[in-house]
């Protein structure tokens, strides 16, 4: 277990290192600067904006340096935010970006896992084919269609809750109702599937010989194998959270590190741009390890393959 | 498939049955006839349609502006007077396009990099899967918009951008199917008659895994064009005046509050498009019997 571990953080590292290789090469190929869309500035201040950050450097010293900072968990100034770190920045928004992934998330587990699981237990019923129609329906209707309907009937007809902003505890429902119900669908297909799979196993039958309630059979014995295909579906899931919420940000005007992302790139602000993708890197690596450790705690015969 | 396989002299016609089969199959099933009736209505209507209408694209009419649905303009107009029904048309070229295009170059590139790892076998074969893991593992929406941010948002790159994301399942189902496949006897028999490693790879085996490409590629469709609109909604994409569904679907979302067409019939025409897609993709899983696919 140990070996698998390293070997897969080893992997992770190498991976970490090639991002943050061709990211920081590729916005440098990249025409335009961080300072081209400021008005009037002279070629001298230029010289001294650039002098300032380093950029006057050859590229190579620019990438050593970076590193250096870098492994000291330093992320840079930004060239955008005057007398701003990336650190500071992304301290700010990542914060509101974690909430509404971990509402969104629970709220998906929670609808996905129960509607795949009434899907299984009642094949072939009209609970099945409700649940499955949604599954299909979740899959099919993406958040940015989703999202602007919502609003439409919820907020500007109905009044129920804000078009947008992020302030009190009612302008959660909407984004998480929108995100969450994105990832609901297909987790409710791989619950439907798993539990499917593993409800025609014997030892379900001898659960049901032994005289155990449906209830007890489903919850105790079919879920824990049953679920597998979701554990291994949830890594990239809140990696897509994560990045899914560039629109749900847009959407409903959330300052998340999301559209942060997306304006920094427009904005060509190099250390931000090159944060942000580390963190989010970083995230995804960090969950697929998880997600590979718990597979290997679940079923012991994918830590053989491992 | 194992017919087929078993016994490749009669491949020819052991094949038609088999995809008459298939055939058959597909048709009871009624959510997939029903898609692909209407995809073949939507890409036709696509297609077809602006050259029927008397209103371009690109027209505006700024004394009309935004006009709800009506009988000159089936449904309505946008702020710049521009017929709605064929920017949703128009749009839907686009996507579909797109779409196709960009599922094609995964597809091209999955199928040969997945058949060659599964084919060598080994260590080289470790290596290109590993490589795949890695990928895996990167940030790949971050980098399509890193790309459109800073090339211009070039319709063309942003195909090949989405291909080169989405290849990576399709070259792990391939080398799978290529693994079990290169044992059977039929290979061996082409090996002993001294054919290439290509000849082998693209005559002997490919046609042998043809059922779950299909099936992965109809699913990868939906997943492009998804891709697509996502970047055309925030702006990344296909840009205006030209016209996309996403490009159709942000505009909407901007001003549905006064004109709510606007919104409505891009969306549910996109919508119901991927439904269909999705649908067909599950009928077709479900008449050729594959099991290996993601879910």
């Given amino acids: 277990m140990l070996r698998f571990i390293t070997s897969r953080l080893l992997q992770s590292l190498l991976a970490l290192f090639a991002v943050i290789t061709a990211t920081f090469f590729m916005i440098r190929f990249v025409p335009g600067g961080p300072f081209t869309a400021e008005k009037a500035v002279t070629p001298e201040i230029l010289r001294n904006l650039e002098a300032h950050y380093g950029l006057d450097k050859p590229l190579w010293r620019q990438y050593a340096d970076y590193l250096g900072s870098l492994a000291q968990g330093d992320l840079g100034p930004s060239f955008k935010y005057p007398n701003r770190t990336v650190n500071e920045i992304i301290g700010d928004k990542l914060p509101v970006s974690a909430e509404l992934g971990a509402l969104a998330m629970a709220f998906a587990l929670v609808l996905g896992v129960t509607l795949g699981t009434l899907a299984a237990v009642f094949r072939n019923t009209w609970i099945d084919y409700t649940a499955s129609g949604f599954g299909l329906l979740g899959i099919s209707v993406p958040t940015f269609v989703v999202g602007p309907l919502l609003v439409l009937g919820c907020a500007i007809h109905l009044g129920w809750f804000n078009a947008s902003g992020w302030y009190g505890p009612s302008d959660r429902v909407l984004p998480t109702l929108v995100l969450g119900l994105a990832y609901a669908a297909p987790i409710s297909r791989l619950t439907r599937g798993g539990m499917l799979e593993v409800l025609g196993q014997d030892f379900i039958r001898t659960a049901r010989a032994k005289g155990a309630s449906e209830w007890r059979v489903v919850t105790r014995h079919a879920l824990r194998g049953g679920l597998l295909p979701v554990v291994s579906y949830l890594g990239p899931a809140v990696a897509g959270i994560l990045t899914g919420s560039f629109v749900i940000e847009t959407i409903f005007q959330i300052p998340g590190i999301g559209r942060e992302f997306v304006n920094s790139a427009f904005n060509r602000d190099y250390t931000l741009v090159l944060g942000t993708v580390i963190l989010y890197a970083v995230l995804i690596m960090a969950l697929n390890l998880v997600v590979d450790v718990v597979q290997a705690w679940l079923n012991p015969k994918v830590r053989l393959e491992g | ?295």
Wanted: glycine fraction near 10%; hydrophobic fraction near 55%; include cysteine.
């Fill in chain 2, 1 to 295: 498939m194992e017919a087929v396989a078993a016994n490749p002299a009669a491949a020819p016609e052991q094949g038609s049955s088999l995809w008459h089969d298939a055939w058959l199959r597909l048709r009871k099933n009624r959510l997939a006839v029903a898609g692909l009736v209407f995809l073949l209505f939507v890409a036709a209507s696509c297609l077809l349609g602006p050259l029927f209408s008397s209103y371009g694209y690109e027209e505006q009419r700024l004394d009309l502006g935004a006009s709800p649905p009506g009988a000159q303009h089936w449904l309505g107009t946008d702020t710049l007077g521009r017929d709605l029904l064929v920017r949703t048309l128009t749009g839907g070229r686009v996507s579909l396009g797109v779409g196709l295009a960009a599922t094609f170059v995964a597809l091209t590139i999955g199928v040969v990099y997945g058949a060659v790892a599964g084919f060598v076998g080994g260590k080289r074969d470790a290596f290109m899967m590993r490589v795949v893991d890695i990928m895996y593992s990167l940030p790949f929406p971050i980098f399509v918009i890193l790309l459109m941010v800073f090339f211009g948002r070039n319709i063309i790159l942003l195909f090949v951008a989405i291909g080169a994301v989405e290849w990576l399942t399709m070259a792990r189902i391939v080398r799978s199917q290529v693994m079990a496949v290169k044992r059977m006897e039929f290979i061996e028999a082409a090996r002993s008659l001294g054919y290439g490693r290509r000849r082998i790879i693209f005559r002997h085996i490919l046609p042998n895994i043809l059922g779950p490409v299909i099936v992965y590629t109809t699913l990868t469709i939906p997943a492009v064009m998804l891709l697509e609109a996502f970047l055309s909604f925030l702006g990344l994409g296909v840009q205006p005046p030209m016209s996309s569904w996403g490009v159709l679907i942000k505009d909407g979302a901007e001003k549905m509050e006064e004109f709510p067409w606007l919104l409505v019939f891009p969306a549910a025409l996109f919508s119901l498009t991927l439904l269909s897609l999705n649908f067909v993709g599950d009928g077709l899983r479900d008449a050729l019997d594959v099991r290996s696919s993601k879910d």
